[in-house]
């Protein structure tokens, strides 16, 4: 229970950010109230894949035992063809190794074990209508005070909007929309087993992989010159995936009504608070689904922060600044370069990647993909102890 004289912060957003800021704050003392835009906790999503800063986060925390309970049990990533043939298999071993210790769960899941442990109010159905400083009205039209705004509300961030300003200022389209999905179909889930298949001609890769209870999950990613999201996603993401073979098809017949679509971008800004509001997570440093690392950074933010407001609030939104801002800028310069890794332009570029797949058992090998895959940015946590 927070201290009557406690500090009140509201967090809005309930996601990886949100909840990790809401968790360390309340054992720091603070009176932690989160409001979330959804109806409901949102369960299940994509499957990510999560390592580097965050997972030593989740390790302070105690979560690693469930997020292992929970780890999807992929045996290795497969490129197939237009007929599910195997063209080049890594082993998930080689990933792993590669990617330095890896655990792949679904981003719901990784948000319910971080949740599992906040006791805080989450105000679901309640977004933010206008902050002024620490006075903030919800859509419900009830106005509080806080001490603290966190806009943890992801890359759309509505307080980064209301605060600093509108999106074309800090948000950098990456030219690729995205789809992903989950949802329990037997059948399909045979078919496509426990490896991380991925169907990939020029510019456009459909991703699955089958978890436990058969359940399927699927990402597709494709090019697109134009930014905003139709309005009829699942319309245009049959016309821009039909005509690939395999399980595609299947995948575009079963899509679920709440699928979630998005344009691939990153946000970049240069000051990441404002008087007693503060962003944290992708609506200050989204560094996209290429760079892989969001999810992490979004934890390891959200500690940071906490972590600094522990050591004094005086200056405390600048020293996070200072510290986390770094670590995303190089993922986002990575996550870039890695485009034409996930979505190879040409016929050439993915028999490339091909090749890199099929010799990544060679610890010569991992060691040169290694540079190209995984930024280095575990010296975020540097400056070391707790947010407790
Ligand atoms: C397809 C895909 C694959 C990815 N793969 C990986 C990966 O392999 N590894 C990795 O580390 N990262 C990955 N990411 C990135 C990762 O999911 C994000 O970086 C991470 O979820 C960011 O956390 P967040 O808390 O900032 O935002 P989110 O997790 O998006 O949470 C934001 C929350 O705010 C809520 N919200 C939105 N607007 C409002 C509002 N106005 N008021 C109140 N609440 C609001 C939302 O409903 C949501 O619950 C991937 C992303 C995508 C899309």
Not at 60 to 73: D, W
């Amino acid at each position: 229970m927070p201290k009557s004289n406690a500090q009140r912060v509201v967090v809005a957003g309930a996601g990886i950010a949100g909840l990790t800021a809401a968790w360390w704050l309340e054992r720091a003392g603070w009176d932690v109230l989160v409001v979330e835009r959804a109806p409901e906790f949102r369960a299940g999503g994509y499957l990510i894949d999560f390592f580097g800063p965050g997972y030593e986060v989740a390790r302070r925390m105690g979560l690693l035992p469930e997020l292992e309970r929970r780890r999807a049990p992929i045996t290795a990533v497969t490129s197939v063809d237009a007929r599910g043939r195997r063209r080049a298999e890594m082993s998930a071993s080689a990933y792993e190794s590669v990617a330095g210790g890896v655990v792949s769960v679904l981003r719901g899941d990784l948000a319910e074990v971080i949740g599992a442990g906040v006791s805080a109010q989450v105000r679901y159905g309640t977004t933010v209508s206008s902050v002024d400083d620490g006075r903030v009205t919800f859509s419900d039209g009830s106005v509080e005070e806080f001490d603290l705004v966190v806009g943890a509300d992801g890359v759309h961030s509505r307080v980064r909007e209301l605060v600093f300003g509108p999106p074309e200022r800090f948000v950098r389209y990456l030219g690729h929309r995205t789809a992903a999905f989950s949802l329990r179909h037997e059948e399909l889930s045979a078919r496509i087993g426990h490896r991380y298949q991925l169907l990939t001609v020029p510019h456009r890769m459909v991703g699955c992989y089958a978890l436990r209870d058969g359940v399927v999950a699927a990402l597709m990613l494709h090019r697109a010159p134009e930014q905003a999201v139709p309005d009829d996603p699942a319309a245009a993401l049959r016309a821009r995936f039909g005509d690939l073979g395999w399980v595609v098809p299947e995948l575009l017949s079963v899509l679920p009504g709440d699928f979630y679509c998005d344009e691939v971008s990153q946000v970049d800004m240069p000051a990441w608070h404002r008087g007693k509001v503060v962003l944290a997570g992708d609506a200050c440093g989204a560094v996209s689904l290429f760079a892989g690392h969001g999810a992490s950074l979004a934890m390891t933010g959200a500690f940071v922060l906490a972590e600094e407001l522990a050591r004094g609030t005086d200056g405390a939104l600048d020293r996070y600044q200072a510290r986390m801002k770094p670590a995303v800028t190089h993922t986002q310069e990575f996550g870039r370069k890695f485009i034409g890794w996930m979505a190879p332009p040409s016929a050439w570029r993915i028999s490339v990647r091909d090749m890199a797949f099929r010799l990544s058992g060679l610890p010569v090998v991992r060691n040169l993909v290694r540079g190209s895959v995984t930024p280095e940015v575990d010296g975020v946590l540097a400056t070391g102890g707790t947010a407790r």
